[in-house]
């Protein structure tokens, strides 16, 4: 191993690590500072292993879109987030945990949806959702939960509706999702959430299959399962992952994008005054790379030695690609730590990088560019009813987030 | 300037779309199609950009 600034005497560094006091929306600034001292270095995880973290925004690129580079949680070195992740990556395996070709062949079979004229004829839905959800929060008591009244129930009605799962069921599936992102989750606690979905999954295929809709699931089941293309546990394990994917990720930038809109007012006006869709879409763009709610990075393992950086990764070593880190590469984008949406941040890594890309990223765009753009003009007084300190933080998550983000108006 | 698209690497990101629509285009299954492959100079800043985002480098420049 190389000795780095990183791992002299004191040992790597912890990830992942407590952001800064007062500093919410940025990365850890020992783990920030890496990225000047020393861009590729070893890090201790939570099972005592030292994979390597990759902190600049073009190694980042060119690992992730490197075939040497695997996304197998079976290959031993691999770094897995926490024990659960660990015992639910091995237990079932989807195209987001394998390697091309397998992983062209599955992922192929659930792009139609998220084409981006495809994404885009829902925009006029999103927006009734979006529309009805503000309407509801109006017509109720303040101050309310933005997190509960809109920022959960926005990208958890769009998935069911694409998914085509009834959303009288959303207990089921808010409860078992938060099961599975939350850090502290056991391995069993996982894997019984994960069980759960993929059981009520599978069965709602049975149904489709007999009475299909328009919708994902539907076609998975008519056209995919009924031909032995996929198995019907591969495509119910496939629904929860979209199903969850779905919901935590967009549900969370709406939150704390809010919360980081609230707290740079500027910011926030230029938007609200916005009357250009590529403002908002530029917007979107920028709240993303800023916030980077996949704060634990992206996981893989080198399958053969691989020189980068002047650092030789050996073969069997894990790599954790520190996107939220790379999104505040000075050498990517000027003042990286300023919120600023006028600027162009399309080169963000916040959906990952290479052939794993976030699949959902279309409609992520959509939903959010709708939600920014409606809740800030129809509630213009949105304002934090709590003292910002107060504001809990998912730093336990896999995504990052708020827990309750109590507004008025 | 000459576009080429390597179709069985995209993953259907669409950023290509959304950047320079009037260049590329998905098929029904959301992957790329080349809607000509020599763009006017005014769309070379997009088809460029395309390529650098392109998450599974699908897209590539020639010059003539």
């Known amino acids: ?409 | 300037m000459r576009v080429e698209v390597d179709q069985p690497k995209c993953v259907a990101s669409g950023q290509c779309v959304l950047i320079a629509p009037e260049v590329f285009d998905q098929d029904d299954d959301g992957f790329v199609e080349l809607l000509t492959d020599r763009p006017e100079p005014g769309q070379y800043d997009g088809v460029k950009e395309s390529a650098v985002v392109c998450p599974a480098a699908a897209i590539r420049l020639a010059e003539d």
């Open chain 1, 1 to 409: 191993m190389t000795e780095t600034l990183a791992d002299t005497a004191a040992g790597p560094l912890e990830h992942p690590m407590p952001r800064a006091a007062g500093c919410p929306f940025d990365p850890p600034p020992a783990l920030m500072a890496l990225q000047t001292d020393s861009p590729i270095s070893r890090v201790r995880i939570w099972d005592g292993t030292s994979p390597w973290l990759i902190t600049r925004h073009d190694h980042l690129r060119t690992l992730l879109g490197d075939p040497r580079v695997s996304a197998d949680p079976t290959r031993p070195g691999y770094p897995h987030r926490t024990a659960g992740m660990k015992a639910s990556d091995q237990a079932r395996q989807t195209f987001l945990t394998m390697d091309d070709p397998e992983h062209a062949r599955l992922r192929r079979m659930v792009t139609a949806p998220f084409a981006v004229k495809k994404v885009e004829a829902l925009r006029p839905s999103v927006q009734k959702i979006v529309d009805d959800l503000i309407d509801g929060m109006l017509a109720g008591p303040k101050p309310v939960d933005l997190v509960e009244a809109f920022a959960l129930p926005v990208p958890s009605l769009v998935i069911c509706e694409l998914l085509g799962v009834p959303y009288e069921d959303h207990d089921l599936f808010q409860r078992n999702t938060k099961v599975v992102v939350r850090r502290t989750s056991t391995s069993e606690e996982v894997l019984a959430a994960q069980r759960e979905l993929a059981d009520y999954l599978d069965d709602l295929l049975t149904v489709k299959r007999a009475r299909p809709a328009d919708d994902l699931l539907s076609v998975l089941a008519t056209e995919r399962v009924a031909t032995g293309e996929m198995t019907q546990r591969h495509a119910a394990e496939t629904g929860v992952l979209l199903l969850a994917a779905g919901h935590e990720t967009t549900a969370n930038m709406i939150a704390l994008g809010t919360l980081a809109l609230l707290r740079n007012p500027d910011q926030l006006a230029l938007l609200r005054d916005a009357e250009d869709p590529k403002t908002v879409a530029g917007a979107v763009e920028e709240l993303l790379r800023y916030l980077n709610i996949t704060h634990s990075g992206r996981r893989r393992v080198a399958l053969e030695d691989i020189e980068v950086g002047g650092e030789v990764i050996r073969a069997g070593d894990g790599i954790i690609f520190a996107n939220d880190i790379a999104n505040r590469d000075p050498e990517a984008f000027p003042e990286p730590d300023r919120l600023d949406i006028s600027r162009d941040a399309r080169r963000h890594v916040a959906f990952g990088y290479g052939v794993h890309q976030c699949l959902g990223q279309p409609l992520a765009r959509l939903e959010l560019q709708v939600v920014y753009s409606t809740l800030y003009s129809r509630i213009p007084t949105l304002a934090l009813a709590t003292g910002f300190d107060q504001v809990e933080f998912k730093h336990d998550g896999i995504v990052y987030g708020v827990y309750e983000l109590p507004v008025t108006w």
